[in-house]
């Protein structure tokens, strides 16, 4: 890791002072625009945290590449298993954001020829900053996450995005029905990188959401690797980060249990 040590004490700050310049946003009128629909919403804040990233970056290592949801970089089409890139979430929780004034995320990974190198979550709101180094051990600010224990669905608090429970053209809602009866109790935070980092830090058991995207994943498998948790899609396929996927990330032993259900 020596080798990117720069690139990550660089990543570590300019995190921190995107969390300040959202903190203050909110205190502000936050304009709000649409996407594709009334419940797609991005905000000034997205495309000026992204851009602040992209300018950072292009100023300190040229030869990196970009991957941010906002596609406010130019970078041209780049083949991410053959490169450096970067992969930025400004905010995860958009919604959040506009609604709540909190409970979103700024999730930031690095990736060399398609392998982690570091991840950064981090909760402005709580000044939590979720980390890890790959091999180096996943970190809550500064103290060591341990490694994350077994336990069974009877005594977990998981996560669902409740778009899985309503029929829809994805999956079989009805296989949630056995898993929402036998959790200990069903939560939706409405950030999946802050989903993961929790599910990291044992304030969640297990997180399930939909069709994600890189950045909405990218740091979060890097922290949830350091505690010994390997996200899986809910077929329990192999999740590539460059590619869209539904995730599971949860316990050891809850895994399987979960997977049981979702077969
Ligand atoms: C969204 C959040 C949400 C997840 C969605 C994402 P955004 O990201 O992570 O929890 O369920 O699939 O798109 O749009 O707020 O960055
Ligand atoms: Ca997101
Ligand atoms: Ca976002």
Redesign the pocket.
């Known amino acids: 890791m020596n080798q990117f040590h720069y690139e990550y004490k660089m990543a570590k700050s300019w995190t921190l002072q995107a969390g300040s310049m959202l903190k203050e946003a909110i205190a502000e009128n936050i304009k709000v625009e649409y996407k594709t629909s009334l419940s797609d919403l991005v905000t000034e804040q997205?495309r000026g945290i992204e851009n602040y990233f992209i300018h950072n970056i292009k100023k300190e290592f040229p030869d990196h590449f970009i991957l941010g949801?906002e596609g406010q970089s130019n970078d041209r089409e780049f083949n991410p298993y053959e490169n450096y890139v970067w992969i930025i979430?400004?905010?995860?929780g958009?919604t959040n954001f506009i609604h709540q004034k909190r409970n979103f995320s700024i999730s930031v990974a690095f990736y060399k020829n398609g392998k982690p190198i570091f991840g950064f979550i981090y909760d402005p709101i709580q000044e939590e900053l979720f980390e890890a180094i790959k091999g180096g051990g996943a970190y809550i600010n500064q103290s060591k996450l341990p490694e994350a224990k077994p336990a069974g669905l009877g005594e977990a608090v998981i996560s669902i995005n409740p778009m899985w429970l309503i029929p829809n053209n994805k999956f079989d809602h009805q296989k949630f029905i056995p898993i929402v009866d036998k959790a200990r109790a069903v939560r939706y935070l409405g950030s999946a990188a802050l989903e993961m980092a929790y599910v990291a830090s044992g304030r969640l058991d297990a997180m399930l959401d939909f069709r994600l995207s890189s950045?909405d994943i990218a740091a979060g498998l890097i922290i949830l690797n350091e505690v010994g948790i390997i996200p899986t899609k809910v077929n329990n396929e192999p999740i590539d980060v460059f590619q869209h996927a539904t995730t599971l990330a949860a316990r050891p032993n809850l895994h399987e249990e979960l997977l049981f259900y979702l077969k």
Do not use: K, Q, V
């Not at 979430?89 to 995860?92: R, S």
């Open positions: 997205d949801e979430d400004p905010i995860d958009t950045w």
